[in-house]
């Protein structure tokens, strides 16, 4: 049952963070915004959950975590239900930037107590379900989401999000874990993880696999509608079958961790750098690019599982003081990642054409495959 409720979470939390892509448009059409000036919510969002995620895991480490949990829900819900209300551009964005500033430390709690609940030998597939939960945002959430937007409201999209908020606080209250062992220290010597080369390395890629991701994903809608010329009714199933993808990948990533982890992700993100070369191209022949962007979902979600068991392994043995910061380096440094793709994908529409962001990403790509070699090469662990 716990393990079922943090899929949840993170496909609540999911839901809360991508569903706007789906969903700009609209919202460029109620506010009389262009689109490109709407990717920069994309941005901030990403920039703030960023910045506090670690500020706010670290500090919360002073209090048990099912009340900092519990704590940052409410702050959740408000953000959410602010978003849902929201009138204005301005009014938008701030909520956006209130609920950023607690979804990372909520996934980075979860992560932790996915870690305390499973057997060692279950937790690559723990971990892999919990990252699959976003990947569930992107089956249901996102089309949802925009149908409910182009039937309805935008605006209705996100009261959705905020009824399940209320159900998943509900099920935390009654299942979250209470006594898990916490190693408390100074500030400073939280931070001390990120002297570790390992590390950083790991986070850099982190940073660029999302990168690559989101030059791709900030503008998704538009690309499948206007370059590769489905209709709305193919736009929501195309949408479907991507979040099934990312959740394929997301399965296949908890497999990698199992079987060789960081050791195995070169392979995948030499291919991914060579399919966003060849995005460009294959738009003339739309089931072609659509294939194209089904591999991609799976390349995208595939170093999840991996690099999260590798900071967390690093951090129990090396730095036990910062487990709960080594369990948010994934979510810290994929929405530094999504902040600089999005914002890579809105400069490259501004100056140049939609037709060039897989271009863009393939640059991401191949600094990511150099990273993780560098990974692999200082990281013993995993090798079978």
């Known amino acids: 049952m716990q393990s079922i409720l943090f899929v949840f979470v993170a496909f609540m939390l999911g839901c809360n963070e991508y569903m706007i892509v789906g969903v700009l448009p609209d919202i460029a059409s109620e506010y009389h915004s262009s689109l490109a000036s ?81 057997p060692p030998e279950k937790r690559a597939s723990l971990v892999s379900w919990v990252f699959a939960g976003f990947s569930l945002a992107s089956v249901v959430g996102v089309p949802l989401g925009t149908m409910i937007s182009q039937k309805l409201t935008w605006h209705d999209s996100f009261w959705i999000i905020t009824v399940l908020t209320i159900a998943v606080f509900a099920a935390l209250l009654w299942l979250v874990p209470k006594d898990t062992p916490q190693v408390q220290g100074r500030l400073s010597s939280q931070f001390s993880l990120f002297k570790d080369k390992r590390v950083l390395a790991g986070a850099m890629f982190v940073v660029t696999v999302c990168a690559a991701d989101y030059t791709m994903y900030t503008y998704i809608r538009p690309l499948i509608s206007d370059l590769m010329g489905f209709n709305d009714t193919w736009l929501n199933w195309l949408l479907l079958m991507m979040g099934v993808f990312f959740l394929i990948g997301n399965k296949f990533g908890g497999f990698l961790a199992d079987n060789g982890g960081v050791h195995r992700l070169p392979y995948i993100y030499i291919l ?26 799976v390349t995208f979600a595939s170093y999840g599982a991996s690099t999260q068991l590798m900071f967390l392994e690093i951090a129990e043995k090396e730095y036990p003081q910062s487990l709960d910061l080594a369990s948010s380096i994934n979510s810290i440094f994929a929405n530094i990642g999504i902040s600089l793709g999005s914002l890579a994908a809105a400069e490259t529409v501004r100056f140049s054409s939609l037709n060039n962001v897989g271009n863009v990403g393939a640059v991401f790509g191949i600094i990511a495959t150099v990273l993780i070699v560098v990974v692999s090469k200082n990281f013993e662990g995993m090798r079978h």
């Not at 602010?82 to 996934?107: C, E």
């Not at 991914?272 to 979902?297: D, E, G, H, N």
């Open 38 to 118: 709407l990717g920069y919510l994309v941005t901030m969002f990403a920039l703030i959950y960023a910045f506090f995620t670690p500020v706010v895991t670290s500090l919360g480490n002073r209090w048990k975590r099912h009340k900092v949990l519990l704590t940052l829900m409410v702050v959740f819900f408000i953000g959410n239900t602010w978003t849902a209300m929201a009138t204005n551009y301005t009014s938008l964005l701030l909520s956006r930037m209130l609920t950023a500033t607690v979804a990372g430390a909520i996934i980075s709690i979860v992560l932790v107590l996915a870690n305390f609940i499973a």
């Open 272 to 297: 991914m750098t060579v399919l966003m070369f060849l995005m460009r191209p294959s738009f003339s022949y739309k089931w072609v690019a659509i294939s194209v962007v089904a591999i991609l979902c």
